[in-house]
Structures are given as structure tokens and as C-alpha cells.
């Protein structure tokens, strides 16, 4: 868990542990694969996938507020070319006041 709370605490402080896991449980087996690990934000077909699939089903977003997010999350983390998928969510329960549905 600490190397995605590392990443995410270049962003944020202090880290929500329990958050983290449970992002990570949601992920799953996507965490395993190279490019399923990472949210491509200039692909709108993957964050249309993000705001219908965690933003919608774990943070209860409906799909204004969720791109809301997404675009806050995006250019937050502009610049980073790697943007791992756990620090995307994180930033996204963060910029929606949701986190605490992960905790």
C-alpha cells in the first residue's frame, strides 16, 4: 500500500490508509496489468469509463459531478505522464467531498 500512498501524498496530506484500500479492492486485477494500472486522461472513452464505473458505483456521483471531478483530477495531475490509477481515484474522492464513502 505505501507506494500508492506515496504517490498520493505528492498530491494531498495526510493520506487516508483506509481509503487507499479500499481503492485498491475495488481495482482489483486491473492493478496487476502495466496499462490497466494507469488512467490515460486524454482518452475519452477511459474517463468516461472512470465516471461511469468508480465515480458513479463507489462514490455516487452522478455523471455532472463526477466529469466535474474528473476534469479537477486532471488538471491537477497535469504534467505527470504516469497517472496511476489509485492516486486518480484518491484525487477524485478528494475533489468531490466523497472520501468518505471509501472510509
Known amino acids: 500500500m505505501s507506494e500508492y500512498a506515496d504517490d498520493i501524498a505528492t498530491y ?4 487516508n490508509e483506509e481509503a487507499v484500500t479500499a481503492i485498491v ?4 486485477i486491473a492493478l496487476r496489468g502495466a496499462d490497466s494500472s ?5 482518452d475519452p472513452t477511459e474517463l468516461a469509463t472512470v465516471r461511469d464505473g468508480f465515480a458513479a458505483k463507489a462514490l455516487g456521483l452522478t455523471a455532472e459531478e463526477a466529469d466535474a471531478g474528473i476534469a479537477t483530477v486532471v488538471e491537477q495531475m497535469k504534467g505527470v505522464n ?3 490509477r489509485v ?4 484525487l477524485l474522492a ?8 471509501l472510509a
Open 12 to 15: 494531498v496530506s495526510p493520506v
Open 94 to 101: 478528494t475533489a468531490t467531498g466523497t472520501m468518505g464513502k
Open 82 to 84: 504516469r497517472k496511476h
Open 38 to 42: 494507469l488512467v490515460s486522461a486524454t
Open 25 to 28: 479492492k475495488y481495482c482489483g
Open 87 to 90: 492516486t486518480f481515484y484518491y
